[in-house]
């Protein structure tokens, strides 16, 4: 069974990668108008990280697509493979 999270639930929760790096706080979800799908995850990245440095930016916020996603509990674990 699928454990429900709710996305209010996901604010300000730390974005951290499979190898244990913290690319920052998700502050957005980006969702498909059509499907009502969530496409990407919007992170204020962590300044001290440079992985964080490097990756897409949006307006200054990290864009990780939302197949990233392996986990999301107390954090949100993302694959670093497949984050850009």
Partial sequence: MAKIVI?????SKKVITNDGEELG???????SETSGKIENLLVD???DNQTARR????EGN????????LAASDH???DRKTIG
């Fill in 7 to 11: 996305a209010k639930q996901l604010a």
């Fill in 25 to 31: 706080r998700l502050i957005d979800l980006e969702i």
């Fill in 45 to 47: 990245p962590n300044p």
């Fill in 55 to 58: 990756l897409n930016k949006e």
């Fill in 62 to 69: 990290i864009v990780i697509p939302y197949s990233s996603v």
């Fill in 76 to 78: 949100i674990i993302v």
